[in-house]
Protein backbone atom coordinates (compact mmCIF):
# COMPACT_ATOMS: atom_id res chain seq x y z
CA UNK A 1 0.00 0.00 0.00
CA UNK A 2 1.43 3.64 -0.97
CA UNK A 3 -0.36 4.64 1.74
CA UNK A 4 -1.59 8.78 1.86
CA UNK A 5 -0.09 10.46 -1.41
CA UNK A 6 0.16 14.37 -1.67
CA UNK A 7 0.98 16.08 -4.77
CA UNK A 8 2.73 18.64 -5.31
CA UNK A 9 5.48 18.39 -2.76
CA UNK A 10 6.40 21.81 -2.95
CA UNK A 11 4.43 25.04 -4.70
CA UNK A 12 4.61 28.89 -5.33
CA UNK A 13 1.75 31.17 -6.30
CA UNK A 14 0.88 34.73 -6.69
CA UNK A 15 -1.60 35.89 -5.06
CA UNK A 16 -5.32 35.48 -6.47
CA UNK A 17 -3.88 32.50 -8.57
CA UNK A 18 -5.60 29.10 -7.90
CA UNK A 19 -4.66 25.92 -7.60
CA UNK A 20 -5.44 21.72 -6.05
CA UNK A 21 -3.65 20.52 -3.85
CA UNK A 22 -3.79 16.32 -4.63
CA UNK A 23 -4.91 13.50 -2.20
CA UNK A 24 -4.95 10.17 -2.07
CA UNK A 25 -5.06 6.98 -0.04
CA UNK A 26 -5.76 3.25 -0.77
CA UNK A 27 -6.38 2.07 2.24
CA UNK A 28 -10.21 2.15 1.80
CA UNK A 29 -10.25 4.97 5.09
CA UNK A 30 -13.66 6.48 5.08
CA UNK A 31 -12.66 9.63 6.88
CA UNK A 32 -10.23 12.59 4.93
CA UNK A 33 -9.17 15.52 6.72
CA UNK A 34 -6.57 18.62 5.73
CA UNK A 35 -5.17 20.21 8.16
CA UNK A 36 -2.65 23.18 7.40
CA UNK A 37 0.43 23.54 9.94
CA UNK A 38 1.73 27.18 10.76
CA UNK A 39 4.82 27.60 13.14
CA UNK A 40 3.72 28.33 16.90
CA UNK A 41 0.33 26.73 16.04
CA UNK A 42 -0.95 23.04 16.04
CA UNK A 43 -2.10 21.17 13.19
CA UNK A 44 -5.69 22.98 12.53
CA UNK A 45 -8.04 21.36 10.25
CA UNK A 46 -9.47 22.91 6.99
CA UNK A 47 -12.26 20.58 5.90
CA UNK A 48 -13.16 16.55 6.39
CA UNK A 49 -14.97 13.67 4.91
CA UNK A 50 -16.70 11.32 6.51
CA UNK A 51 -17.17 9.38 2.91
CA UNK A 52 -18.00 10.08 -0.67
CA UNK A 53 -20.23 12.47 -1.45
CA UNK A 54 -20.26 14.37 2.24
CA UNK A 55 -18.15 17.09 3.25
CA UNK A 56 -18.04 19.81 6.22
CA UNK A 57 -15.86 22.74 7.29
CA UNK A 58 -13.25 22.42 10.42
CA UNK A 59 -11.85 24.98 12.18
CA UNK A 60 -10.21 27.27 9.19
CA UNK A 61 -11.99 26.97 6.03
CA UNK A 62 -12.15 30.00 4.36
CA UNK A 63 -10.73 30.49 1.16
CA UNK A 64 -10.24 26.62 0.69
CA UNK A 65 -12.85 23.91 -1.10
CA UNK A 66 -12.77 20.24 -1.09
CA UNK A 67 -15.28 17.87 -3.03
CA UNK A 68 -15.18 13.78 -2.28
CA UNK A 69 -16.07 12.20 -5.13
CA UNK A 70 -14.79 8.76 -4.94
CA UNK A 71 -13.23 7.19 -1.48
CA UNK A 72 -9.78 7.14 -2.38
CA UNK A 73 -9.56 10.79 -3.27
CA UNK A 74 -10.00 14.14 -1.56
CA UNK A 75 -8.52 17.47 -3.26
CA UNK A 76 -8.15 20.75 -1.70
CA UNK A 77 -8.56 23.68 -3.71
CA UNK A 78 -7.72 27.26 -2.92
CA UNK A 79 -9.70 29.65 -4.53
CA UNK A 80 -7.50 32.54 -4.75
CA UNK A 81 -4.48 32.40 -3.05
CA UNK A 82 -3.39 34.88 -0.43
CA UNK A 83 -0.11 35.31 1.37
CA UNK A 84 -1.68 34.25 4.62
CA UNK A 85 -2.58 31.10 3.04
CA UNK A 86 1.42 29.87 3.18
CA UNK A 87 1.81 26.65 5.12
CA UNK A 88 2.49 23.18 4.96
CA UNK A 89 -0.69 21.53 3.98
CA UNK A 90 -1.02 17.60 5.23
CA UNK A 91 -4.24 15.20 4.20
CA UNK A 92 -4.66 12.54 6.59
CA UNK A 93 -6.80 9.53 6.76
CA UNK A 94 -8.59 7.06 9.29
CA UNK A 95 -11.04 4.11 9.79
CA UNK A 96 -14.31 5.91 10.80
CA UNK A 97 -13.43 5.02 14.68
CA UNK A 98 -16.44 4.07 17.20
CA UNK A 99 -17.19 6.29 20.10
CA UNK A 100 -14.93 4.97 22.49
CA UNK A 101 -11.89 3.68 20.08
CA UNK A 102 -10.95 6.59 18.24
CA UNK A 103 -8.87 6.20 15.07
CA UNK A 104 -5.19 6.01 14.06
CA UNK A 105 -4.69 8.85 11.26
CA UNK A 106 -2.40 8.38 8.40
CA UNK A 107 -0.55 11.46 7.19
CA UNK A 108 0.57 12.31 3.51
CA UNK A 109 4.06 13.53 3.64
CA UNK A 110 2.57 17.00 2.95
CA UNK A 111 2.93 19.66 0.41
CA UNK A 112 4.75 23.49 1.19
CA UNK A 113 2.93 26.23 -0.31
CA UNK A 114 3.97 29.64 -0.43
CA UNK A 115 2.30 32.26 -1.88
CA UNK A 116 3.77 35.32 -2.95
CA UNK B 1 -7.25 28.82 25.33
CA UNK B 2 -5.83 25.42 23.17
CA UNK B 3 -8.12 21.90 24.42
CA UNK B 4 -4.88 20.08 24.20
CA UNK B 5 -1.63 21.66 25.89
CA UNK B 6 2.40 19.98 25.56
CA UNK B 7 5.14 21.19 27.61
CA UNK B 8 8.04 21.32 27.33
CA UNK B 9 7.57 23.50 24.13
CA UNK B 10 11.55 22.63 23.47
CA UNK B 11 13.73 20.53 25.03
CA UNK B 12 17.68 19.64 24.56
CA UNK B 13 18.62 16.48 26.15
CA UNK B 14 22.14 13.70 26.17
CA UNK B 15 22.32 11.03 24.84
CA UNK B 16 21.13 8.44 26.91
CA UNK B 17 18.97 10.45 29.11
CA UNK B 18 15.39 9.59 30.07
CA UNK B 19 13.20 12.10 28.62
CA UNK B 20 9.46 12.80 29.33
CA UNK B 21 6.83 15.04 27.40
CA UNK B 22 3.55 15.97 28.80
CA UNK B 23 0.22 16.38 27.43
CA UNK B 24 -2.81 17.43 29.15
CA UNK B 25 -6.41 18.02 27.76
CA UNK B 26 -9.34 20.08 29.01
CA UNK B 27 -12.04 18.02 27.04
CA UNK B 28 -14.22 14.53 27.33
CA UNK B 29 -11.88 12.12 25.21
CA UNK B 30 -12.40 8.44 23.30
CA UNK B 31 -8.40 8.71 22.43
CA UNK B 32 -4.95 10.41 22.69
CA UNK B 33 -2.58 10.13 20.52
CA UNK B 34 1.04 10.51 20.37
CA UNK B 35 2.71 11.03 16.67
CA UNK B 36 6.10 12.10 15.64
CA UNK B 37 7.40 14.69 12.97
CA UNK B 38 10.96 15.15 11.72
CA UNK B 39 12.28 17.97 10.62
CA UNK B 40 11.18 18.35 7.00
CA UNK B 41 9.33 15.51 7.26
CA UNK B 42 5.93 13.80 7.52
CA UNK B 43 3.72 12.72 10.36
CA UNK B 44 3.48 9.42 11.71
CA UNK B 45 1.23 7.93 14.63
CA UNK B 46 3.40 6.42 17.77
CA UNK B 47 0.58 5.50 19.76
CA UNK B 48 -3.17 5.99 20.51
CA UNK B 49 -4.03 5.29 23.73
CA UNK B 50 -7.81 5.41 25.42
CA UNK B 51 -6.26 4.18 28.95
CA UNK B 52 -3.37 2.82 31.00
CA UNK B 53 0.08 2.70 29.37
CA UNK B 54 1.59 1.39 26.31
CA UNK B 55 5.86 0.49 25.35
CA UNK B 56 7.10 0.49 21.79
CA UNK B 57 11.03 -0.18 21.79
CA UNK B 58 12.24 2.81 23.84
CA UNK B 59 9.01 5.00 23.76
CA UNK B 60 6.61 4.54 26.49
CA UNK B 61 3.15 6.11 26.97
CA UNK B 62 0.85 6.59 29.45
CA UNK B 63 -2.41 8.21 30.56
CA UNK B 64 -4.18 9.00 33.09
CA UNK B 65 -8.06 9.94 32.06
CA UNK B 66 -9.37 11.38 35.91
CA UNK B 67 -6.63 13.78 35.60
CA UNK B 68 -6.68 14.31 31.81
CA UNK B 69 -3.34 13.87 31.47
CA UNK B 70 -0.63 12.10 29.06
CA UNK B 71 3.03 11.60 28.92
CA UNK B 72 5.93 10.04 26.43
CA UNK B 73 8.78 8.78 27.78
CA UNK B 74 11.72 7.89 25.75
CA UNK B 75 14.15 5.68 27.38
CA UNK B 76 18.38 6.09 26.57
CA UNK B 77 17.54 8.49 24.17
CA UNK B 78 19.33 8.85 20.46
CA UNK B 79 20.02 11.50 18.15
CA UNK B 80 17.66 9.72 16.05
CA UNK B 81 14.80 10.73 18.65
CA UNK B 82 15.44 13.94 17.84
CA UNK B 83 11.73 15.82 16.18
CA UNK B 84 8.98 17.47 17.20
CA UNK B 85 6.39 15.04 19.30
CA UNK B 86 2.93 16.30 19.42
CA UNK B 87 0.15 15.25 20.90
CA UNK B 88 -3.34 15.23 19.97
CA UNK B 89 -7.07 13.81 20.85
CA UNK B 90 -10.32 12.58 19.63
CA UNK B 91 -13.08 14.24 21.15
CA UNK B 92 -16.56 12.12 21.51
CA UNK B 93 -17.90 10.79 18.83
CA UNK B 94 -16.25 11.89 15.85
CA UNK B 95 -13.07 11.82 14.13
CA UNK B 96 -11.88 14.87 14.29
CA UNK B 97 -8.43 15.78 15.84
CA UNK B 98 -7.31 18.79 18.29
CA UNK B 99 -3.30 18.96 18.18
CA UNK B 100 -1.05 20.53 20.97
CA UNK B 101 1.42 22.75 19.27
CA UNK B 102 4.07 19.97 19.87
CA UNK B 103 7.67 19.56 21.83
CA UNK B 104 10.46 19.91 19.99
CA UNK B 105 13.39 17.83 21.07
CA UNK B 106 17.04 17.82 20.15
CA UNK B 107 19.32 14.78 21.50
CA UNK B 108 22.99 15.49 21.36
CA UNK B 109 25.43 13.18 20.96
Known amino acids: NAGVTQTPKFQVLKTGQSMTLQCAQD?????MSWYRQDPGMGLRLIHY???????DQGEVPNGYNVSRSTTEDFPLRLLSAAPSQTSVYFC???????????????FGPGTRLTVT | KNEVEQSPQNLTAQEGEFITINCSYSVGISALHWLQQHPGGGIVSLFMLSSGKKKHGRLIATINIQEKHSSLHITASHPRDSAVYICAVNRGTGNQFYFGTGTSLTVIP
Open chain 1, 92 to 106: ASSRTGGRLAGAEQY
Open chain 1, 27 to 31: MNHEY
Open chain 1, 49 to 55: SVGAGIT
